[in-house]
Antibody, heavy 124, light 107 residues
Framework: QVQLQESGPGLVKPSQTLSLTCTVSSGSISSGDYYWSWIRQPAGKGLEWIGRIYTGGSTNYNPSLKSRVTISIDRSKSQFSLKLTSVTAADTALYYC????????????????WGQGTMVTVSA | DIQLTQSPSFLSASVGDRVTITCRASQGISSYLAWYQQKPGKAPKLLIYAASTLQGAVPSRFSGSGSGTEFTLTISSLQPEDFATYYCQQFNSYPYTFGQGTKLEIK
């Protein structure tokens, strides 16, 4: 069973760049026809989709964050990464990576596998 | 953006009860809706996708229905492990969005 694990600094200073990596294990990020997403959740609040990347490298971002977000993939390491620039306290959240499963015609239908999440706090 | 509104936001129920959570979309999303269960300190767990398809190993007391703009998640007989927060989420269009969540508590 494929597993995802987020990693990265737990504390980032305001105006700096948040960088996280998601490592795919017990399977390759390149096997299968999947998109890989980042999702965040401020403490005690709901879930916000940040963006996604296809195995082939194409990306889609949430317009609310698009100007600050870059998602990239390193197939050789079976990893994908998130960079969020110019962070503020509003970016403090639990960040999850997740795999998008799709149906027979290739439409995304669910986030079927999630990492355990990594907490990022933005503070001086 | 497509807004998903869940009702109720809080639900108090007893073991053995039948409960239903509703998710309404601000515009039609066909059947591109998933339901997740989240327990404190844990990542969301996929329960249902494509509005009504049960994810493997999810107990059959969970069911989903609906299409277009109105969807429901039903738990036919609540078990102690079902007390959690439930979220709906749409895949019809970007950005993907989630409902605000329904917290299911023990009465």
């Amino acid at each position: 069973q494929v597993q995802l694990q987020e990693s990265g600094p737990g504390l980032v200073k305001p105006s700096q760049t948040l960088s996280l990596t998601c490592t795919v294990s017990s399977g390759s990020i390149s096997s299968g026809d999947y998109y890989w997403s980042w999702i965040r959740q401020p403490a005690g609040k709901g879930l916000e989709w940040i963006g996604r990347i296809y195995t082939g490298g194409s990306t889609n971002y949430n317009p609310s964050l698009k100007s600050r977000v870059t998602i990239s993939i390193d197939r050789s390491k079976s990893q994908f990464s998130l960079k969020l620039t110019s962070v503020t306290a509003a970016d403090t959240a639990l960040y999850y990576c997740a795999r998008e499963d799709n149906d027979q015609v290739g439409a995304s239908v669910a986030f079927d596998i999630w990492g355990q999440g990594t907490m990022v706090t933005v503070s001086a | 953006d497509i807004q998903l509104t869940q009702s109720p936001s809080f639900l108090s129920a007893s073991v053995g009860d039948r409960v239903t959570i509703t998710c309404r979309a601000s515009q039609g999303i066909s059947s591109y809706l998933a339901w997740y269960q989240q327990k404190p300190g844990k990542a969301p767990k996929l329960l249902i996708y494509a509005a009504s398809t049960l994810q493997g190993a999810v107990p059959s007391r969970f069911s989903g229905s609906g299409s277009g703009t109105e969807f429901t998640l039903t738990i036919s007989s609540l078990q102690p492990e079902d007390f959690a927060t439930y979220y709906c989420q749409q895949f019809n269009s970007y950005p993907y969005t989630f409902g605000q969540g329904t917290k299911l508590e023990i009465k």
